[in-house]
């Protein structure tokens, strides 16, 4: 049976002709650092923006009425697959345009940046013109809230195209009743939060080109620094807790920041997942000080670093790598756990953690009650489906499943076990931590595994797998 014909193939086509206008912009953007810093590199940015602008007009005019049907979740998770795998080609091109690197690892980049995941190609980052550097912290930023969401809240009208996008980033969480108004006030919500970033940095003695990279990049929780000892250069207590702070704030529902004027920050404090993340970070920081004779700062921003899936770093991988082994384990299983629903974090996150521990305790209730006894699960007073369960568990399998494969494919490329764990870990979290193996050294098939796992992991597998489906069912005969 087929599950895909040629008029889902048309709708595809024509709704992502808005995503591919807006990827085209984001590309002009960073010219406007390259015009104050006279870098004269207009061309690197230019021919992928005028590509991505013009076949996206042309796909928005040619297939405009070339189908009735109306756009469905599939056809959203399938735009927004292709939207996430175009921007990191388009900006892919734009690096090694500029730079000269190879194309995989432009792709490479690009994907680490828009994804969130902060792992750069680059050996050394301190040399890149200024206009790519923003164009890093660029991606990020936009990556933070989802390409998706980003073109469709500034692009798109209000209606089923964009409810159906919006879903097919995994974002469920509402703000207003109208999906349009909800990006628009979580939009608004981002760029304050990215403004008071950029003045508490300079105010702390950054540069002002550092604070506006390092506030998109950290807000955003991406990590992608614009220095080689990433936020570690800076050597400033104030700069590492305002960026903890601000990491907190990215890791935490949008729906949440939202609340917290009207209820006076009783939402916040009301918040399951903002206590949990909050006491996980205070208990592991208290744990790993009494084990380790790591500085207390150090040791606080990273674990916070870890459980935002933001991977920023005070410490440089390989002095990360000789961190004792049981620290190393409690990163690991902090990135693995993931921040807040409906926030700029990757991983599993907290809300299926919860869900799927409430459900193994259910179940153990039930064992011990009298026969017949149904336990309800409950998240936040409100009854927790027995689907979500069920979702929850089987997401939460699947996610390790790919840790796993891309595991053991470093191992059998002969990297070390342990540090290929972590890796592994980073890349499908969206995380960005390293002990050193992840670079442009790594072997081309890892490189190409490592984007695949990035991919999946910002759109949380689903999107990638009903893609990949509906790519595989063309072919059919």
């Known amino acids: 049976m087929r599950y895909i014909t040629k008029s889902d193939l048309l709708i595809v086509a024509r709704d992502s002709g808005y995503l591919m206008i807006g990827i085209g912009i984001m590309c002009l953007v960073p010219l406007i650092f390259d015009l104050i810093y006279f870098e004269f590199d207009v061309i690197s940015f230019v021919i992928p923006a005028a590509i991505s602008i013009a076949l996206g007009v042309a796909f928005k005019k040619y297939f405009e009425n070339s189908t009735p049907k109306k756009m469905r979740l599939k056809h959203g998770m399938m735009i927004s697959s292709f939207a ?24 490479f980049e690009s994907m680490s940046a828009l994804t969130g995941t902060g792992i ?24 933070g809230l989802g390409v998706v969401v980003m073109v469709i809240g500034v692009l798109t009208k209000p209606g089923s195209v964009s409810s159906k996008l919006y879903q097919s980033e995994a974002r469920d969480e509402r703000i207003k009743p109208s999906i349009k108004t909800t990006l628009q006030k979580t939009l608004e919500i981002y760029a304050i939060y990215t403004v008071f970033g950029v003045i508490l940095y300079v105010l702390a003695g950054m540069p002002l080109f550092d604070s506006i990279c390092n506030s998109f990049h950290i807000i955003s929780t991406g990590g992608m620094s614009i220095k ?25 529902s949008f729906l949440v920041h939202y609340k917290v004027i009207k209820t006076r920050g009783k939402s916040l404090i009301h918040d399951l997942q903002f206590k949990v993340i909050i006491g996980v970070i205070a208990f592991v920081t208290v744990i790993l000080y009494f084990i380790s004779n790591i500085v207390p700062i150090d040791l606080l921003f990273t674990v916070v670093s870890a459980i935002t899936t933001t991977g920023a770093s005070v410490a440089m991988p390989a002095e990360m790598a000789g961190w004792p082994p049981f620290v190393i384990i409690c990163l690991m299983c ?22 799927f521990f409430k459900g193994i305790y259910r179940h153990i209730r039930e064992i011990l009650s009298p026969e017949g006894r149904v336990v309800a699960v409950k998240l936040n007073g409100h009854k927790i489906p027995e689907k979500a369960i069920s979702q929850a568990g089987n997401y939460i399998t699947l996610y390790l499943m790919f ?5 053991a494919l470093f191992c059998l490329y002969g990297y070390d076990p342990f540090k ?4 592994a870990m980073s890349l499908q979290g969206n ?4 002990l050193g193996i992840v670079n442009h050294t790594l072997n081309p098939i890892i490189k190409i595994v490592s984007m695949f796992d990035m991919w999946t992991g910002r759109l949380e597998i689903y999107p990638v797998l009903i893609t990949l489906r509906a790519f595989f069912e063309i072919f059919k005969r």
């Open 84 to 107: 996430w795998l175009w921007a990191s080609i388009i900006g892919g091109i734009v690096f090694t345009l500029s730079t000269n690197i190879p194309i995989v690892d432009g792709v």
């Open 120 to 143: 750069t190609m680059f050996e050394d980052v301190e040399i890149l013109p200024h206009s790519i550097l923003f164009f890093r912290a660029l991606e990020q930023w936009i990556g």
């Open 228 to 252: 080689n000892a990433n936020m570690g250069y800076y050597q400033n207590d104030v700069i590492y807790l305002i960026s903890i702070v601000l990491m907190i704030l990215g890791a935490t």
């Open 334 to 355: 902090l990135m693995l756990t993931g921040g807040s629903n409906g926030s700029t974090v990757g991983a599993i996150k907290l809300v299926r953690m919860i869900t």
């Open 403 to 407: 840790i796993m494969f891309t595991w």
């Open 420 to 423: 290929s764990l972590f890796a």
């Open 431 to 434: 995380n960005g931590l390293d």
